[in-house]
C-alpha cells in the first residue's frame, strides 16, 4: 500500500494502513527511512478513544501518544503503530465504560476488570509485530512503560534492543491508575520519578503529587493550592512590574507538572495584561490544564496568550463587564462566567463555587499579588507551595498584602511542612490549618 502523507504538529508522517485478520486496522505513521535500520525507535500504542481523542485525564493515553509523536519526530526516524481493536487493554469501548463505573465505586483499574468477569489485559501483539515486518524494520528501540508490550513482541519475533519508558505527569484524576500499573502490572515509572525533599542538582522529575497534599474538593469550591515563585527578601517581582525569570528551571518545571495534575489553573486579570502567560505546560509531559481569569470588568486584551488555542480558557467576570465584551469572548470559545462583584472585584466564593458546578475539583492559583491575599484573606487556600529564589532586589511587589491582621497569634498558620532543594532554589510546601 502506498504512503500517503500526513501533516502533524510535529511534522510531516507517512501513514500505512494495515487490515488485521481480525478486521481491525493498524495504522503506521513513519518517519524518515526505516527500512533495514537497526535500533529504530517504535511506539505500539493502543487504542484509547477517550484519552486520544476525546483529552480524558483517567489516563495517560493521549499525552503518550503526543509524547511518542515528539520523540519519534525529534529522532527524525521511527513508526508510531496505532492499535485499533486495544481499547481498554482490549476490553472493548462499552466494557472500559464499564470499569469506570467499578472504579468509581472504589476499585482500582486492575480489580474493576476482574469484578465484571473481564481480562486485566486482553491485548495480544502478534499483528503489530506484522506490521513493523512488513516495514523492514531490522531492529527496535520500543517506547514503552509496559513489559508485557516487550515481551509481546519478542515472542512476535521482534528484535527489542532497548526500552525507553514514556513517563508523564501524572494528574490528581490518574495518579491513583499510574500508581495501580506501576505496582499491580509491573510498569516501569510512568509518573517519572517523584520530587524528593532535599534533592539537589538538576531534578528530571515529573510527578509533583507530593506538592498537592491530599486532595479533599468541599462541596461548594475546588481544592486549591496556592503557588508563587519569589525572592529571598519575599518580592515576586521588581519595582518595575518584572518578574521574568525569578526561579530557576528545575522550579519552574515542578511548577508545571503542578499545573498538569491539576484541573485548572487561576490568576487574575493584572497578571495577564503585566506577564501575558500561556499558563499550558511545556516544561514536562502532561496535559494542560483549563485556564481561568479573574476579570470584574473584562480588561482582558484580546491579543492575550491566555485567549489562544493551547488550552482551554474560562473568564470569570461580573455584571460590570459589558454584554459585547462577553459576546465576543464568548464567540472566540471562551467560556464566560457571569458572578456577583464584591467591592476588591470577582466574588471569590460565587467564582470558586461556579467552578466547583461546572466539574473542577483542583484548582492551582499561580497569581498575582492581588488574588493571592484576597484568596489569603477569604480563607480559599487548601496548600501552600512556595518557590524562594536566591536573589535579593529591595523593593518590589509583595506577594502578600494586607491581611488585616494586627496580631502574629491571629496570623494564619501553617502546617506539615516539605522542603524541597531544586539547585540554588527551595521549594516549601505546607497544608493551611486555619484561615481568618
Not at 57 to 70: F, I, P
Not at 122 to 130: K, L, P
Not at 212 to 231: H, I
Amino acid at each position: 500500500m502506498a504512503r500517503v502523507p500526513m501533516p502533524t504538529p510535529w511534522g510531516v508522517f507517512d501513514v500505512r494502513a494495515f487490515e488485521s485478520p481480525t478486521d481491525h486496522v493498524y495504522l503506521a505513521m513513519v518517519r524518515g527511512n526505516v527500512e533495514h535500520k537497526d535500533g529504530v525507535f517504535v511506539r505500539l500504542h493502543s487504542e484509547c478513544l477517550t484519552g486520544d481523542a476525546l483529552g480524558s485525564l483517567r489516563c495517560d493515553c493521549g499525552v503518550q501518544l503526543r509524547l511518542a509523536m515528539r520523540r519519534i519526530a525529534a529522532e527524525d526516524c521511527g513508526v508510531l503503530v496505532y492499535a485499533t481493536g486495544h481499547e481498554g487493554r482490549g476490553i472493548g469501548l462499552i466494557n472500559k465504560l464499564r470499569t469506570y463505573v467499578e472504579q468509581d465505586k472504589g476499585h482500582d483499574t486492575l480489580d474493576a476488570n476482574l469484578r465484571l468477569g473481564l481480562p486485566v489485559d486482553g491485548r495480544t501483539y502478534d499483528n503489530a509485530a506484522a506490521v513493523l515486518s512488513a516495514l523492514d524494520l531490522r531492529s527496535v528501540r520500543l517506547l514503552t512503560n509496559n513489559p508485557r508490550k516487550v515481551d509481546g513482541m519478542r515472542r512476535a519475533g521482534i528484535d527489542v534492543v532497548a526500552v525507553e519508558p514514556l513517563p508523564t505527569a501524572p494528574h490528581a484524576r490518574n495518579l491513583g491508575y499510574l500508581r495501580t500499573k506501576e505496582r499491580r502490572m509491573d510498569h516501569v515509572g510512568p509518573t517519572g520519578l517523584a520530587v524528593t525533599p532535599w534533592e539537589s542538582g538538576p531534578l528530571p522529575a515529573v510527578d509533583a503529587s507530593a506538592l498537592l497534599g491530599e486532595v479533599r474538593a468541599a462541596e461548594d469550591r475546588p481544592y486549591v493550592v496556592l503557588k508563587f515563585a519569589q525572592t529571598l527578601d519575599g518580592r515576586i517581582a521588581t519595582s518595575t512590574g518584572d518578574a521574568k525569570w525569578i526561579s530557576g528551571e528545575a522550579e519552574r518545571r515542578i511548577s508545571h507538572a503542578l499545573r498538569a495534575a491539576c484541573d485548572a489553573v487561576l490568576v487574575g486579570v493584572g497578571t495577564v495584561m503585566t506577564d501575558d502567560p500561556l499558563l499550558t505546560v511545556r516544561l514536562v509531559a502532561g496535559a494542560s490544564p483549563q485556564r481561568v481569569v479573574l476579570d470584574s470588568t473584562l480588561r482582558l486584551p484580546p491579543t492575550a496568550q491566555i485567549l489562544g488555542p493551547d488550552a482551554a480558557t474560562t473568564v470569570i467576570t461580573t455584571r460590570r463587564a459589558s454584554a459585547a465584551r462577553r459576546t465576543a469572548l464568548h464567540e472566540r470559545g471562551v467560556r464566560v462566567h457571569v458572578v456577583p462583584s464584591s467591592p476588591r472585584g470577582v466574588d471569590l466564593p460565587a467564582a470558586l463555587a461556579r467552578l466547583r458546578a461546572a466539574g473542577t475539583l483542583t484548582l492551582l492559583v499561580e497569581g498575582g499579588a492581588r488574588v493571592i491575599t484576597s484568596m489569603l484573606g477569604a480563607g480559599l487556600v487548601d496548600r501552600l507551595v512556595v518557590g524562594i529564589a536566591p536573589t535579593i532586589i529591595g523593593a518590589g511587589t509583595e506577594a502578600v498584602g494586607t491581611l488585616g491582621i494586627t496580631t502574629v497569634a491571629d496570623g494564619i498558620r501553617l502546617v506539615d511542612r516539605s522542603v524541597y532543594v531544586l539547585d540554588d532554589d527551595m521549594l516549601l510546601a505546607w497544608d493551611v490549618a486555619r484561615c481568618r
